[in-house]
């Protein structure tokens, strides 16, 4: 009897999302192992976690709010990551899209609703995606390795936005403080009621929905997964690799500038240091989580928010900050580590069958 | 597949219901009565283990938990500035508590969000400058005990450059940094202060190297505005010398620290929760002072010698008793441009939103 892993050449489907979900839950019954030894109950802390996120209307609102960056940053970056090009730049492009977008209220306060959001959009869109741009600029002009530039420009764009805020941004009746001046409510997206969820969850809809058909249905979704699996076949198969990256680094920063726009718009109502607790960051392993997956993304990104927002609900309880960042780490580490089983198949054979196919 | 997919679709919904049950179930035992003792809550944007700022702080509500017995403390750690501290403040706020105190300078507006939605709560903000009818500003005169540790340093110093790491250029670091360069220019005219900004609060490697810069730079004496030790690793491993802040630092870096500006915040939350407690709590803008013993010096390191502890210790009194002002003219800026007069006192106003540096600075403020 031998146990063997096989390439599995069709992956089905059931195995595909039901591992990963398994893996989920195999993570929290991992991490409950902790909380009994450090003396807890673990399912009065996980009650408390999902109750604090999901047990009441404001706790439903805040993980929303907590999804929108995180869910929008992952769409950007799946846009990337599909054809095999490492932006790990989001939280950058996030911070240069607020930024742009900022520019805007503080420059024209008196423009109209109707066309101060759809200017800042574009802003923040314009803002993200040339950030990203220059990095895929670097890639294609001088083979700049888009890990490196796009992570090092992360730096400059939160050090520009600190600039701004520190200096010519800062609001002349903030005694000196680093924050600009509170947008006018014609600059801040409109929310449901009283609650702090807003309409940034539209863009995550409708950019989910358009992102999964072109990856599915359009051409060009097909040639940028091409040129992530075979670059070669590609060239062969006569894609413009080139114009690809710089498309494709565009829209990618362009969709975490609007994430970036649509967190200074309502979430922030200003522009100010540390509007990302690191979206940027969290969007790698939530894209990477849903499989780069659109709707998926959506899925995982409330996940995390979930996680987040309970966490701090723990941190009341007692439990150390740390525990929603183990969380996380635990479930990448288990999904990842899962693949294994989507990816190959395992064969129990007897030794004879064995020897027979080697 | 399609025969599976709706069976995944089956699993799932079992699973969410079977987790909300499990959820439901497990909530029963909350909101226990506490018998009458007051519940308080503290926000922090570090850890309360990072041995500054937020540690400062813990300690405070330790302070409290102990001289008070009516008191349930908890807090939250690590809350960023954006879009999580207005929601932690309204969990803090829904779940009972009676005082909530907040402090990073950050959470400012979120406070005044939370303030409005509560008003039956009481709201503490340290280190910003807006009130409510139910939320009250505080912060302690600093700036006094950078003064006297600017005496120390400047005493010491014999290469007469002293070293500044600084978080980012608000006027509340602004402040430190003149307040304890006046201090060394009171003692020794000749010295400079070398500022460079870190552009962090908390990052122990990068305020380390920072320090490291301005030993490289001929600094023998290092001091900071930041929130954790870093700086003082520093000067301990080139065998410098250095003033800590926020506590007492001697125990991390034993055979550099001179002393450090110490913040004391347990008195200030006793008081607080005191007032509250007998009714008598008003908002309003507190600004407290070494006579109020909310910020301190910490006790010399053995290498300081007996006159410069004389010559400080003397300089405390006249502190306390009002009879020495730091911030009392004549003072010049950077440019050599005299800013307050022979015989005048910088107002709290000016002091509250100040950006620039004294004469003796070496630095920058962006503008």
Request: charged residues 15%.
């Amino acid at each position: 009897m031998r146990i063997k892993l096989q390439k599995s050449l069709a992956p089905n489907l059931v195995s595909q999302t039901l591992i990963p979900i398994v893996a989920i839950l195999a993570s929290l019954f991992f991490c409950a192992i902790f909380f009994v030894l450090t003396g807890r109950d673990p399912v009065e802390v996980y009650s408390a976690m999902f109750l604090g996120a999901l047990g009441s209307e404001y706790g439903i609102s805040e993980t929303f709010v907590k999804m929108i960056p995180l869910a929008l940053c992952g769409l950007g970056i799946a846009v990337a990551f599909r054809m095999h090009l490492w932006n790990i730049g989001a939280e950058g492009q996030f911070y240069m899209g607020a930024c742009a977008a900022t520019w805007i209220p503080l420059s024209f306060p008196n423009l109209p609703f109707m066309l101060m959001i759809p200017t800042m959009i574009i802003m923040g869109a314009l803002g993200g995606g040339l950030w990203g741009l220059l990095a895929g600029w670097f890639k294609t002009k001088w083979q700049v390795d888009e890990i490196i530039s796009t992570l090092m420009m992360n730096y400059i764009g939160i050090l520009w936005v600190d600039f701004l805020v520190y200096g010519a941004w800062r609001d002349p009746n903030g005694k000196n403080f680093p924050l600009t001046a509170a947008f006018p409510q014609s600059a801040m997206l409109p929310t449901f009621g009283s609650l702090r969820v807003h309409y940034g969850i539209f863009f995550v809809l409708l950019i989910a929905a358009v992102l999964w058909i072109i990856f599915k249905k359009s051409k060009w979704g097909y040639e940028t997964l091409v040129i992530g699996s075979n670059p070669v076949a590609a060239r062969y198969a006569g894609i413009n690799i080139k114009s690809n990256v710089l498309l494709t680094m565009f829209i990618s920063g362009a969709l975490c500038g609007i994430a970036g726009m649509v967190e200074v718009s309502v979430v922030v109502g200003k522009l100010q240091p540390g509007i990302s607790p690191g979206y940027g960051y969290t969007a790698i392993i939530v894209a990477w989580l849903a499989r780069l997956h659109p709707i998926a993304i959506i899925g995982v990104a409330f996940l995390f928010a979930i996680i987040h927002v309970g966490g701090f609900m723990l941190q009341t309880m007692g439990m150390p900050s740390a525990t929603a960042t183990m969380l996380q780490g635990a479930m990448l580490f288990f999904v990842v580590g899962s693949e294994i089983l989507t990816k190959y198949e395992i064969k129990f054979t007897s030794s004879k069958e064995g020897e027979k196919n080697e | 597949m399609c025969m599976f997919s709706k069976w995944e679709r089956v699993l799932l919904s079992c699973l969410l219901v079977g987790s909300l049950a499990v959820a439901g179930c497990g909530s029963g035992k909350k909101d226990t009565d506490k018998g009458g003792k007051t519940k308080v809550a503290f926000v922090h944007n570090g850890s309360i283990n990072d041995g500054g700022w937020t540690n400062a702080h813990s300690n405070g509500r330790l302070a409290l938990l102990k001289d008070n017995k009516n008191v349930e403390a908890s807090y939250v750690e690590n809350v960023g500035d954006g879009a999580d501290a207005e929601r932690v403040i309204t969990q803090l706020a829904s779940q009972g508590n009676k005082v909530i105190f907040a402090t990073s300078f950050g959470y400012m507006d979120s406070m005044v969000n939370v303030a409005k939605k509560y008003p039956d709560t009481i709201f503490m903000h340290c280190s910003g400058y807006k009130t409510a009818s139910n939320m009250g500003n505080y912060f302690g005169r600093i700036y006094q005990a950078r003064y006297l540790t600017g005496m120390v340093a400047g005493k010491q110093t014999q290469s007469n450059i002293i070293g500044y790491v600084a978080a980012f250029p608000i006027p509340e670091v602004v402040r430190g940094i003149d307040a304890f360069t006046l201090g060394v220019k009171a003692v020794n005219p000749k010295a400079i202060v070398k500022v460079i900004w870190s552009n962090t609060w908390y990052d122990p490697a990068k305020e380390k190297q920072a320090a490291l810069t301005l030993i490289d730079a001929g600094a023998d004496v290092i001091t900071q505005h930041q929130d954790t030790v870093g700086p003082q690793l520093a000067a301990e491993e080139r065998g410098k010398w250095s003033i800590g802040y926020n506590m007492d630092m001697s125990k991390a870096a034993p055979k550099a620290v001179l002393t450090s500006a110490i913040w004391n915040w347990g008195p200030y939350y006793e008081k607080v929760i005191k007032e509250v407690q007998a009714g008598t709590w008003k908002s309003g803008a507190y600004w407290g002072s070494m006579k109020d013993n909310v910020v301190d010096i910490a006790p010399y390191g053995p290498m300081v010698p007996e006159a410069t502890r004389t010559l400080v210790n003397q300089a405390k009194q006249d502190i306390i008793s009002g009879k020495l002002n730091p911030f009392a003219g004549p003072i010049k800026d950077q440019d050599g441009k005299v800013r307050v007069e022979q015989g005048q006192i910088m107002s709290d106003a000016d002091l509250l939103k100040i950006d620039w540096f004294v004469e003796g600075v070496d630095g920058y403020i962006s503008k």
